[in-house]
């Protein structure tokens, strides 16, 4: 049996997810101590600029699929940008480990809470409730994929055991993504952008028999997050230090906190990570 972390790193024309990933991966390495690896179709790049880089493997995957969509910078600035996220399906094939933990390159470990997944019983688990730490803004978008969709679930985070029921499901989310147009006219999701969270919930709805069901368990502990509105001041080791948009104004105001989280604002997230280094 083998365990690890992996992660899927696919640039942009501004975004620098390997760096991103090269910074995630340390942490995972540092607070959870397990092998990390990593599915990019730039691989040259990426040994290249980090020969000291902290990867068990490197997985290579294709460059090809990708569509746009609205990146923030906080409240003002906003970028129209390459939307690389059709091969989350890959994961299960492609994984060196046995039981793996797949994430987001912006979902920032700073302790070793995941590591309960590799000690409990349940073969597949994501995240279904999470924490924002504005307060106010309405999460619905986060409960349902739509207003008479199933269930949310955020494929920022997975938990899966090598599995036939779990080779079912990363088919069928394969499948889903392929058919995405039917499938988002049957559950009647407004957004035109592929996003694995839809696809995963979708492909949990189904083998649930079409209703809420216990095939995914909970991930460890809470999700937190912060979005691509809100800014990232400071990281200093397991602290961050945030600027939280506050409601109908133009200010922000700060937040500390100490924990595992993850930091939709991608822009921030790599000015942090350079002045780190």
């Not at 294709?62 to 091969?87: C, H, M, P, Q, V």
């Not at 909970?218 to 800014?231: A, L, N, Q, V």
Request: hydrophobic content about 35%; aromatic content about 14%; overall charge negative.
């Amino acid at each position: 049996m083998s365990r690890g972390a992996l992660l899927i790193a696919r640039n942009n024309s501004q975004i620098d997810y390997i760096k991103q990933a090269v910074f995630a991966a340390s942490r995972i390495k540092k607070y959870m101590d397990i092998p990390v690896s990593v599915l990019t179709d730039n691989s040259t790049y990426l040994t290249k600029k980090y020969p000291n880089h902290p990867f068990d493997k490197i997985l290579k995957i294709s460059d090809e699929d990708f569509t746009f969509k609205k990146y923030n910078d906080g409240i003002y600035a906003r970028k129209s940008l390459e939307f690389k996220n059709t091969s989350r399906f890959n994961a299960y094939d492609l994984t060196p480990y046995t039981e793996t933990l797949l994430l987001d390159t912006d979902y920032i470990v700073s302790n070793d809470l995941l590591n309960e997944c590799f000690s409990q019983e349940h073969g597949l688990m994501m995240y279904k409730d999470a924490t924002d730490f504005s307060r106010w803004r309405d999460l619905d978008e986060f409960k349902f994929i739509s207003e008479t969709g199933p269930t949310f679930y955020w494929a920022t985070c997975v938990f899966f055991k090598k599995s036939d029921t779990n080779k079912c499901f990363f088919d069928l989310v394969k499948h889903i993504q392929e058919h995405w147009q039917h499938y988002r006219n049957v559950y009647q999701i407004t957004s035109a952008v592929f996003r694995n969270d839809f696809a995963f919930s979708i492909a949990a709805h189904i083998m649930n028999g079409h209703v809420d069901g216990g095939l995914i368990k909970p991930m460890p502990g809470k999700k937190h997050f912060i979005t691509d509105r809100d800014h990232v001041e400071k990281i200093d080791e397991e602290d961050f230090l945030f600027l939280i948009e506050k409601e109908n104004t133009s200010e922000h105001f700060p937040v500390k906190f100490s924990g595992n989280v993850h930091i939709m604002n991608k822009f921030g997230l790599n000015r942090i990570i350079d002045d780190l280094n």
